[in-house]
């Protein structure tokens, strides 16, 4: 009988909050756990708190992805943090570009900290974060993007769930990956945060100064994104569901499907979820 022994312990340590408040940019909190990073920087708005705060959980209780999905990961196996922007000066019709705006930043910020995969780092739209080769696609990281209402004011809470250090076993679904998985054997959480912010804070403040001009986003986006060009399967939540061929991203962030009663366009930001017909990501 073959006994099975434990591999080595998988190493997490904290974030380095001395080496966060050295970057500047973000006003970088820490807490040792939450239960949803993005309720709590909400109510932080609420309360008066101005733009520019980055509150990262080690530990998320009762995260959730988009179209309300729970979202738990293990003590320090994640990167789990959400940021709060104040789009003055963008016209609310602009704004569904921001959440395709955060997947653009996330999937950079990786690109620039993890050399060393061996799979391609992508977008699936609108913007789920991919590890992508021919083995198909896997999620490494999820975007939920909330517009919040307060004293006149309106802000955007943007968080992120970016996969680390997680073995097979803790990861929720067998299409989901982390960094580890993909060949980054200790992943750096603090350098990845740091990352995500500046690319988060340089794209943010090109869009806005362009007082949200869908091409300062776009072109960069249609570079990342993975689902252009294939056929997909579009659940529209309590309308059934689409299948066809996405062909674009148009001016107003929407998903561009020809499909065989036609061309439809499906609704912007993180309200609708597509999924590749074949790949499964």
């Not at 609108?126 to 309106?154: I, T, Y």
């Not at 945060?193 to 794209?203: I, Q």
Request: charge should be positive.
């Amino acid at each position: 009988m073959t006994v099975s022994r434990p591999g080595p312990p998988v190493r997490r340590p904290p974030l380095d909050r001395a080496a966060l408040v050295a970057a500047g940019g973000w006003r970088f909190e820490v807490v040792e756990q939450s239960a949803s990073t993005n309720a709590d920087v909400a109510a932080r708005f609420r309360a008066g708190e101005p733009a520019g705060l980055a509150l990262a959980a080690e530990h998320q209780t009762a995260g959730r992805g988009r179209l309300d999905r729970s979202w738990v990961t293990p003590a320090r196996s994640s990167l789990t943090v959400s940021f709060l922007l104040v789009p003055d000066g963008v016209p609310v019709g602009r704004w569904p570009w921001l959440p395709l705006l955060a997947g653009v930043a996330v999937a950079s910020a990786v690109r620039r900290c993890a050399s060393g995969l061996a799979a391609d780092v992508a977008l699936k739209w609108p913007n789920d974060v991919l590890c992508s080769d021919r083995w198909g696609d896997r999620k490494l990281a999820g975007v939920l993007l909330e517009r919040v209402e307060a004293g006149g004011r309106a802000a955007a809470v943007v968080g992120i769930g970016l996969n680390a250090s997680q073995v097979a076993r803790e990861l929720p679904v067998g299409t989901a990956t982390s960094l580890a998985l993909e060949g980054i054997g200790e992943p750096d959480r603090t350098g990845l945060l740091v990352a995500v912010g500046d690319e988060l804070a340089t794209r943010v403040g090109a869009w806005a100064a362009a007082d949200g001009e869908p091409e300062t986003v776009r072109s960069s986006y249609l570079q990342l994104c993975r689902t252009l060009g294939r056929r997909v399967r579009v659940e529209l939540p309590g309308q059934g569901a689409l299948e066809g061929r996405a062909v674009d991203v148009d001016a107003d962030g929407r998903l561009v499907l020809e499909t065989a009663g036609g061309e439809r366009r499906i609704g912007a930001g993180d309200v609708v979820h597509v999924r590749p017909g074949r790949s499964g990501a």
